[in-house]
């Protein structure tokens, strides 16, 4: 679960505080709302105090801030929910604001106090970078607080989904509670505000449910209907038969009203028709479109450009968002009649065979029409008896195939392209560098590339050419005879020929643009565009990473990688560097595949790596491995990382010792390595040294020295939660038992503990229900005698628990393991 901070609004002489938390966060203050939260902020225990009138002072300038440097004023997705904040800022009750961190203070040993000075600390010279950024009225004096996050700029902070401009930080419960709220007296209702001023009187015979965005209800006065503002402002007087929640299309809410029995659209701020009152009903069939109906007839009403489709339809209209089209059924046919929205008529078609490419629209063949056509934006036709189509994403430009020939036209230009071309195969890609309505064609002179935004080959057709490959990062591969060239869209085709262009490894950017292969030699293509030689000690990294290659680029690099290894011969890893020799090594040893193993790690070793010499001691003194074992030689290579002070060394020459391997048994040098192995900082050998004590097999048992061990191996990240709860049983320490058991995460030790402690009332109120559970659920993960004794106990004796079916699972789970249990 994750830790939270929480905001809340409270009145620092009163006491009180708004009835709801306003906000939640992970771990720490959002970086949109510093300035809100540490004007004059205090700490008291684990809770911040700030000022919340200053608070909401500074955080409109930086809003301001915001909105100057990214053009946001007049943004709608921008300015409506940055409204509303303020608004449910500004309407809080109480005068300050607090911040609650228990829940993250509670992850940390540390105690709460020494927390909360340092977070304030962090706090305030954050709040200074804030101060400075808004007296120099420069953002860029914060760039250094959000890159940390993986943001490039506040405004990608802004126009993240759920953000929401700032408001998203806020819980919707709270800033709907500081919204006006209703209250009645003498029957009438009325508006207040958080604080108890009326805002509205009550006047009216009810008041419906703000809308979310612009909070503006629906309110009504004997039979007739208006508008009310949520501050207590009468847009609309209540005058109409009936009126809908509002809604918008643009930058004022709407609302749909009835009046003499007709139907029509206010502009609620300015109180004016958008649409008016002349229909039978109105609905509403896309953004900025209104279906109509009048006298059983039916058309398109557009908020830009009024009626726009006549009520002369027998059907309604239905909006087809994939062409874009509004659409109405036509009696005794399977054809839909489709319009455009501008309201020019394109025809009768067949449900889902009109798609949008580009500026025109494609009839796709159907069982009427089995040849495709091409029509304008009008209707009017462009190219009749089509085969196919191409259109790739974001693109204007269209490639039809009629017969065996094709034809590239530019929608929007409305002309055909190379028409004194003969054009036999396209192949279009999108985004391929932000370049778009470019196109690979064969022609009879061969295969070329082609930008029709230029009206230009940008590689004329050559026969000579076999194939164009789109690469990533704004390059083609052109694969010729004798050869691959590379195309830059920049700087156009290269004059060097290479064996083989390959596209870079995923997620590597730093390995470059992309990689090319010449003879015995691999390059770099940079960012700069300038092009290195791969070193041959880099082999080793890109082959490790090799299948973040693709398709053929794989195939390519393995078998010029394999090329290269057999020209070198024995041991070709010795030229690489030592991370990725080891990496190999690891690998090999993961696959149990541990000669490979040793080599790797011995040409790593002859680099004087120290883990290697470590991972030879391993492979040559586990007896496990008959073929290798060798542990005189393991030990030479531990002593010699043990003389360079490397704690795994230290600690696994303890264990040949403790363990009677290479070495005579001797559990003093056992213990004065694994000591020196603790002060070079290991918690494996903390952990043995635990162990010793806590067995005692060698040396007399000591609880307490154990438990020392172990409490420091954890604070290294290597637990032993299961013997420390052992340690704190044994001691009839339940309080810091308690403590443990919590901390098996997997239930696989705690349940027998539970069981016992809750059964006898040890450091906890006894409770036989829980001890029953506890003890079922130690069975589950193990075979404990005692935890089945007391089940078949309590199933089959005690009147509380007594159940026939239980009870015998248990004895036969008693028998089955051989326990000696009493059933009589």
């Not at 006894?766 to 089945?788: F, G, H, S, V, W």
């Amino acid at each position: 679960m994750a830790h939270r901070i929480y905001l809340y609004n409270y009145d620092q002489k009163t006491n009180q505080t708004f009835d709801t938390h306003l906000g939640e966060w992970n771990y720490e203050i959002p970086l949109l709302l510093y300035p809100l939260l540490t004007e004059g902020i205090h700490v008291q225990g684990v809770e911040f105090f700030s000022n919340k009138e200053q608070g909401i002072v500074q955080l409109r300038q930086f809003f301001d801030l915001l909105a100057d440097t990214y053009q946001l004023h007049y943004k709608k997705a921008y300015y409506e929910p940055v409204n509303r904040m303020f608004e449910f800022l500004e309407g809080l009750p109480y005068d300050s604001f607090v911040l609650n961190a228990t829940d993250v203070f509670n992850m940390n040993e540390e105690k709460h106090k020494v927390q909360a000075k340092e977070w304030l600390e962090d706090i305030q010279q954050k709040s200074v970078c804030y101060r400075k950024a808004l007296e120099a009225q420069d953002l860029a004096l914060l760039d250094a607080l959000f890159l940390p996050y993986g943001y490039s700029s506040f405004l990608e902070i802004l126009e993240t989904d759920w953000i929401e401009y700032g408001l998203g930080y806020f819980e919707e419960h709270a800033y709907k509670k500081i919204s006006a709220t209703i209250f009645e007296e003498a029957g009438k209702f009325g508006l207040k505000d958080a604080k108890g001023n009326i805002l509205a009187s009550a006047i009216y015979d009810d008041i419906f449910e703000a809308d979310y965005n612009y909070n503006i209800s629906v309110v009504q006065k004997g039979d007739l209907f208006g508008y009310l503002q949520g501050d207590g402002n009468e847009r609309i007087p209540a005058i109409y038969q009936e009126a809908s929640d509002v809604f918008d299309f643009a930058q004022e809410p709407l609302g749909e009203v009835k009046i003499n029995g007709k139907h029509g659209v206010l502009k609620i701020y300015s109180n004016s028709w958008l649409v008016a009152p002349e229909y039978d009903a109105i609905e509403r069939v896309s953004y900025g479109f209104l279906g109509v109906e009048k006298d059983g007839k039916f058309g398109i009403y557009s908020d830009e450009d009024a009626l726009i489709i006549p009520t002369e339809a027998e059907s309604a209209y239905t909006y087809d968002y994939f062409p874009e089209l509004f659409f109405t059924k036509q009696k005794g046919t399977s054809k839909r009649r489709y319009y455009t929205k501008k309201g020019a008529y394109l025809g009768d078609f067949l449900e889902g065979s009109i798609v949008k490419s580009g500026a025109c629209f494609w009839i796709k063949p159907n069982k009427f029409d089995q040849k495709g056509r091409l029509i304008d934006k009008v209707g009017n036709l462009i190219l009749a008896e089509a085969d196919q189509l191409i259109l790739a994403d974001n693109f204007e430009t269209l490639a039809i195939r009629k017969g065996k020939n094709w034809y590239i036209y530019d929608s929007l230009k409305h002309l055909f392209l190379l028409e004194s071309e003969f054009i036999t195969k396209v192949k279009a890609a999108s985004n391929v560098w932000l370049k778009n309505n470019a196109f690979i064609l064969e022609t009879v002179d061969g295969l070329g590339f082609f930008d029709a935004n230029s009206d230009a080959w940008l590689i004329a057709p050559e026969l000579e050419i076999k194939q164009i490959h789109y690469l990533e990062n704004g390059f083609l591969s052109i694969q010729r005879t004798n050869g691959y060239q590379l195309f830059d869209f920049e700087y156009n085709v290269s004059s060097e020929s290479y064996d083989y262009i390959s596209n870079p490894l995923n997620y590597r950017p730093d390995e470059g643009l992309l990689f090319l292969y010449q003879g015995k030699n691999m390059f770099r293509l940079n960012e700069d565009k300038s092009i290195d030689l791969v070193a041959v000690t880099e082999y080793g990294s890109i082959y490790l990473d090799r299948y973040s290659f693709r398709g053929k680029d794989l195939e390519y690099f393995v078998g010029f990688y394999n090329r290269w290894k057999d020209q070198v011969g024995v041991d070709p890893e010795q030229f690489m560097d030592v991370e990725s020799i080891k990496r190999m090594a690891f690998e090999a040893k993961g696959d149990q595949l541990y000669e490979e193993a040793l080599r790797l790690f011995e040409l790593a070793a002859q680099k004087d790596d120290i883990d290697s010499w470590v991972e030879i001691g391993l492979l040559l003194t586990d007896p496990e491995l008959a073929s290798l074992f060798d542990p005189h030689k393991g030990i030479v290579y531990y002593e010699k990382a043990a003389q360079k002070n490397n704690p795994v060394a230290w600690n696994n020459i303890g264990v040949l010792y403790q363990n009677g391997i290479g070495h005579s048994f001797d559990i003093k040098k056992a213990m004065q390595a694994y000591e020196r192995s603790a002060q070079l900082g290991d918690g494996v050998a903390l952990s043995n040294l635990g162990d010793l004590h806590y067995f005692g097999e060698h040396i007399a048992q000591n609880y307490d020295l154990a438990l020392d061990f172990y409490q420091k191996a954890e604070k290294l990240r290597y637990y032993n939660y299961e013997k420390i709860s052992e340690i704190f049983y044994q001691q009839r320490d339940y309080s810091n038992l308690l403590v443990y058991l919590k901390k098996d995460y997997d239930q696989s030790y705690s349940g027998i503990y539970y069981g016992i402690i809750y059964e006898h009332g040890m450091g906890v109120k006894p409770d036989l229900k829980k001890a029953i559970k506890y003890y079922e659920q130690a069975n589950a993960y193990a075979n404990y005698e005692y935890a089945t004794q007391r089940l078949v106990y309590y199933y089959g004796e005690d009147p509380a628990f007594r159940n026939e079916k239980k009870f015998q699972k248990w004895k036969s789970f008693a028998e089955e393991h051989g326990f000696d249990i009493d059933t009589k």
